[in-house]
C-alpha cells in the first residue's frame, strides 16, 4: 500500500471543507446562499449514480446470495438486526428523555409566530396493507424515474433471486455482466467524490448562513440530550455488537468508519452516503461483495436509528414540555410508530414529518414542531450519520454467515 500524506486523503479534506464552510456561514449569513450551487451540483452528481447503483447492486447481491443456505439467514438477519436496533434505539430515546427531563421549563411558544403550521393530515400514515402494496411496483421503470427506492428494491431483490434459479446457459455471463456494470458505476462514483470537499463546503456554508446557531439556544435541552444518545448508539452500542458479534474489533470498526460518517454528516443523505459506505465495507472492512451490496442498499432505505433517537426524543421532549403525562399505551404508540413508521416513508424525502405521526399517536400537541424544522439540517446530519453505521454494522456481523466462495474475490490490501 501506497503511503499519501494525510492531506492528500479525501476524509481530511471534507472535514476541513466542513469547518470551513460553518466559518462562511457563519460570517457571511444569508450571502453564503451564493455557495450553494457547489453543493447543488455535488448532490445531484451522486444522485444521477445512486439509482443505478441500487438497482445493479441489489440485483447482483440478490443473485450471489440467491443459491446459497445462507441467503436466507442474511435476508431475515438483516431486517431482524434493522428493526430491532430500531426499536432499542426508541426506548433508548425515551429513557433519556425520561432521565434528564429535556422539555420541562421550556416556552417555546413565542418562537413558532409566523412559521408554517403543521397539521395533523401531514403525518398520516399509510396503513400495513396500503405499506405492503406500496412496495411493489407496477411499473419498474416508473419506480427508477420516480426514485422510489423501496419498489426498486423489492424488484431488484427478486429479480436477483429469479437469476439463481434459472438454470440456463448464459446465466453466469449475465451475473459477470452485472459485476462489471457496478464495477464502472463505483470507479463513476470515485471521481464523482474528488468533488466532495467542494460540495460540503457549498452545503455547509449554505445551511449554516440560512439558519445559524441562534435557533439553537431555545431547543439546547433536547439538542444536547440527544446527541448523547447518538454518541451512546454510534460509539458504544454499534461496536459493541460488532466486536461481540463478528471477526472485526470495536476499535477497528469506528476507526474505519469515519470516512462514510463524515459523508453522512456533510449530506444528510444515507443514499448519497452509500458509495462510500459500501467501498469501506468491501476495501476496509472487507465485508464480501455479496452481502454488501445486498445489506447496505437495504439498510439506506429502512434503517432508521439515527431518526428512531430523533422521534422518541421529540415526543418525550414536547410532552414535558405540555406537561401531559406519558403512560405505557403512549410510550408504545411512539415506539411502534417510530420503528414502522420509517419503512412506511421509505423513499420519501425529508423524513420529518414522521415526527408529526408519532406527536399523534401518543396524543402529544404538534404546534411547536415549526421551530424544529429550521433546525432539521443539523439534526437531520447527525441522525444519518448514525443510520449509516448500523448499516454497516449490519452488513460486517451477517457478512460471517455469507458462504466462503463469496469471500474469496475481495479486493487485495495492496490495491486499496
Not at 457547489?38 to 448532490?43: D, K, M, Q, R, Y
Not at 452485472?178 to 460540495?199: C, F, H, Q, S, T
Not at 446527541?227 to 471477526?247: C, K, R, T
Not at 447527525?382 to 443510520?387: D, F, G, K, Q, Y
Amino acid at each position: 500500500m501506497k503511503s499519501k500524506h494525510w492531506l492528500g486523503s479525501i476524509g481530511v479534506q471534507v472535514v476541513v471543507a466542513m469547518f470551513l464552510g460553518a466559518l462562511a456561514g457563519w460570517a457571511m449569513g444569508d450571502g453564503a446562499s451564493i455557495f450553494a450551487p457547489l453543493g447543488t451540483l455535488f448532490i445531484h452528481l451522486i444522485k444521477m449514480l445512486v439509482i443505478p447503483l441500487v438497482l445493479v447492486a441489489i440485483i447482483a447481491g440478490s443473485a450471489s446470495l440467491g443459491d446459497t443456505p445462507s441467503a436466507g439467514k442474511i435476508g431475515m438477519g438483516t431486517f431482524v438486526f434493522f428493526l430491532g436496533t430500531s426499536a432499542l434505539a426508541v426506548a433508548l430515546a425515551l429513557g433519556l428523555g425520561y432521565l434528564f427531563q429535556p422539555g420541562v421549563g421550556t416556552d417555546i411558544t413565542s418562537h413558532v409566530k409566523g412559521l408554517q403550521a403543521v397539521t395533523a393530515a401531514q403525518g398520516e400514515l399509510p396503513g400495513a396493507v396500503d405499506t405492503i402494496i406500496g412496495m411493489i411496483p407496477t411499473n419498474i421503470f416508473e419506480s427508477l424515474t420516480g426514485g422510489n427506492i423501496l419498489q426498486i428494491l423489492v424488484f431488484s431483490m427478486f429479480f436477483g433471486i429469479a437469476l439463481t434459479k434459472v438454470k440456463r446457459e448464459g446465466v453466469k455471463q449475465v451475473q459477470s455482466a452485472l459485476n462489471v456494470i457496478l464495477d464502472a458505476l463505483v470507479w463513476m462514483i470515485g471521481k464523482v467524490m474528488l468533488l466532495a470537499p467542494l460540495g460540503v463546503f457549498g452545503l455547509m456554508a449554505d445551511a449554516i448562513g440560512s439558519f445559524g446557531f441562534a435557533a439553537m439556544e431555545v431547543v439546547w435541552n433536547l439538542f444536547w440530550v440527544y446527541m448523547l444518545g447518538i454518541v451512546i448508539y454510534m460509539f458504544l452500542f454499534f461496536p459493541a455488537l460488532v466486536q461481540v458479534m463478528s471477526p472485526v474489533s470495536a476499535l477497528k470498526f469506528v476507526m474505519l468508519m469515519k470516512k462514510p460518517q463524515v459523508m453522512a454528516l456533510s449530506t444528510a443523505s444515507s443514499m448519497a452516503t452509500l458509495p462510500v459506505n459500501m467501498q469501506t465495507c468491501e476495501q476496509e472492512l472487507k465485508v464480501s461483495n455479496a452481502t454488501t451490496s445486498f445489506v447496505l442498499p437495504l439498510g439506506a432505505t429502512i434503517n432508521m436509528s439515527g431518526n428512531a433517537i430523533y422521534y422518541g426524543l421529540v415526543a418525550v421532549f414536547f410532552a414535558q414540555m405540555y406537561q401531559i403525562p406519558l403512560d405505557a399505551t403512549a410510550y408504545a404508540a411512539i415506539v411502534l410508530t417510530s420503528t414502522l413508521g420509517a419503512v412506511g416513508q421509505a423513499g420519501v424525502p425529508g423524513p420529518t414529518f414522521l415526527v408529526v405521526a408519532v406527536l399523534l399517536a401518543a396524543g402529544i400537541p404538534i404546534d411547536g414542531l415549526p421551530l424544529l424544522f429550521a433546525l432539521d439540517r443539523v439534526f437531520d446530519m447527525t441522525r444519518t450519520a448514525l443510520n449509516i453505521t448500523g448499516d454497516a454494522a449490519c452488513a460486517v456481523i451477517l457478512d460471517k454467515y455469507a458462504p466462503a466462495e463469496l469471500k474469496s474475490d475481495m479486493p487485495d490490501e495492496a490495491e486499496c
